[in-house]
């Protein structure tokens, strides 16, 4: 698609920000009111609208695809978005860990540990530890809980979360990452432990570094989008 617009710039309205092109205030993919909550917000969406160029690029539209899938998946829909999310904790990669005495199973219990006893602790819950990969549901009480926890967080911070904990493989890991006084890079390179550790032993490759690289940069960018949509 040839760029229509010329100039890009925010707006204040109906109780939120909106991106205006050409004075003109854009939509959803799905139609609707693409309204924001924060200033910040409308402002990174207009920096990737800026920064097409004579042609658009979908692929450069990041933001606007995490804002629209709040608007237009997880606002018609919360507990649809909600039940999508739970699976992330009741496998959470964070509670399967190697047999006790194997060197990554060391290394995951220094890095792993202390997040899910942060999360246990912040959110009151009381996660299984599983020792190999083999499935073991978690308390009904705990996969309960991170429901109601769930619940309480708005459609912009739901839409972070599906890309969070999609590629981390973990609830516990996108949750953090939702915090005021998170590190995404730290909680990113938690996740990515055991490939780390595969790598390190058996050696690097080109196409798999690519991989992560690119996976890096989209968990990057839904911390920073739940950041921007909480102010």
């Known amino acids: 698609m ?19 092109l050409d004075g003109r205030p ?30 658009i690029d979908p692929a450069r539209f990041v933001y606007r695809d995490m804002t629209d ?6 606002g018609p829909d919360r507990n649809q978005a909600i039940g999508e999310l739970l699976p992330y904790g009741e496998t959470d990669t964070l509670c399967y860990r190697a047999e ?10 220094l890095v792993w540990e202390p997040l899910l006893q942060a999360a246990e ?17 978690q308390p009904a009480a705990t996969m309960a809980r ?5 619940a309480t967080r708005d459609d912009f911070a739901l839409a972070a979360l599906r890309n969070l904990a999609g590629l981390a493989a973990s609830l516990v890991i ?23 550790w595969q790598a390190d032993r058996w050696g690097h490759d080109a196409e ?23 102010g």
């Open 2 to 20: 040839k760029r229509f617009y010329q100039d890009v710039a925010v707006a204040s309205q109906d109780g939120g920000w909106r991106v205006m």
């Open 26 to 55: 854009i939509k959803s993919v799905g139609g609707r009111a693409q309204v924001v909550p924060t200033r910040a917000l409308a402002e990174r969406l207009a920096e990737e609208w800026a920064a097409q160029g004579e042609t």
């Open 69 to 74: 899938f709040a608007i237009d998946v997880v």
């Open 100 to 109: 006790a005495g194997d060197s990554q199973r060391r290394e995951q219990d």
């Open 121 to 137: 602790a912040r959110h009151g819950l009381a996660f299984e530890r599983i020792d190999g990969v083999i499935h073991r549901p």
């Open 146 to 150: 991170l429901n109601a926890l769930l």
């Open 174 to 196: 996108g949750l953090a990452a939702l915090e005021d006084d998170a590190d995404p890079e730290a909680l990113w390179t938690a996740a990515n432990l055991e490939e780390d």
């Open 208 to 230: 798999a570094e690519a991989r992560r690289e690119k996976r890096r940069k989209a968990f990057l960018a839904a911390a920073d989008f739940a950041r921007l949509a909480r």
